[in-house]
């Protein structure tokens, strides 16, 4: 179990706890914290329940964008926390405060914990690497799969985050191309080239126009051959965030939307590698 999960069940148990006592002793409740009877503890006893299930749920899927979600979720308990201790306006007795004060610390450490597993998402052995990896098989030989995925001059063809794509000079190891999205553009270079193997590119992140977020960013595709007509295609990006906050506020949303292009890609290649002759 990683630091995430860790944090993730603590905070699940933690709602469970409260939700159930809540619902088990609601009157015992509205009379420690002074208010009138309501549904307000039933209906918020059953909310931290269904809570607890969705964090359940991630424990073992641990998806970056829902688990941000339940971040903010804690963040906005404890700043509704903050906001009933400052102003008080509904007139909670001095027990009510100090149980309201002390769980709020408690989601505050449990949601903390939670930002700090979730900055180290798809990290390797380099603390503050990223690495996405995608797979796809695909009929047809090695040296039809080879010539469709090695074809980087049109990469924008395939690649639906990619609107142009052009060799500048060089072929193979030492190939510079530029590629662009829109009005954004950048340049990398081919770092490796092994024929019917691998190749490898390497965006210069360190321009002052560079469009994205990213400190480095390398990509690499690999053909690996499992018989004579099946093989299995390899997509890895290893990359960093330019400040440590975006493992947390950008990752999510960019491995969200990153799997999608991804998928598309790995889509278009098999399309054209099974389907045209």
């Known amino acids: 179990m990683n630091k995430l ?3 993730l069940s603590a905070n699940a148990v933690f709602s469970i706890l409260n939700g159930t006592l809540l619902l088990v002793f609601q009157e015992n409740v ?7 009877p309501s549904k307000f503890f039933f209906i918020l006893g059953i909310l931290l329940l269904v809570f607890a299930l969705t964090i359940i749920v991630e424990l073992k899927k641990q998806r970056a964008l829902p688990v941000l979600w339940i971040i903010i979720q804690d963040a906005l308990w404890v700043i509704g926390s903050v906001i009933l201790l400052v102003f008080n306006p509904f007139n909670i007795s001095t027990d009510g405060n100090i149980i309201v004060a002390l769980v709020a610390i408690v989601v505050l450490v ?3 914990g939670q930002a700090k597993g979730l900055a180290r998402a798809d990290e ?5 690497q990223k690495v996405f990896k995608f797979k796809r098989k695909v009929k047809g030989s090695i040296s039809k799969v080879w010539e469709v995925i090695s074809d980087v001059a049109n990469y924008h063809e395939v690649a639906p985050n990619i609107d142009g794509s052009k060799v500048i000079s060089g072929e193979k190891k030492g ?3 530029s590629c662009s999205h829109g009005k954004d553009s950048w340049i990398e270079t081919c770092t490796l080239w092994e024929d019917e193997k691998q190749y490898s590119f390497i965006v210069d992140t360190q321009t002052p126009d560079y469009p994205y977020p990213l400190k480095a960013l390398k990509g690499t595709w690999i053909v690996d051959e499992i018989s004579k007509n099946e093989n299995e295609i390899t997509m890895i990006f290893e990359f960093e965030y330019k400040k440590p906050i975006q493992n947390i506020l950008v990752h999510p949303l960019m491995k969200y939307r990153f799997t ?3 998928k598309e ?3 278009n290649w098999q399309n054209m590698i099974e389907n045209n002759n």
């Open 5 to 7: 999960q860790r944090h």
């Open 260 to 262: 999608k292009v991804c």
């Open 265 to 267: 890609l790995l889509d």
């Open 175 to 177: 190939m510079v191309r």
């Open 124 to 128: 390797q052995s380099k603390k503050g």
């Open 110 to 112: 449990l949601g903390l």
């Open 30 to 36: 509205e009379q420690i914290f002074n208010i009138e």
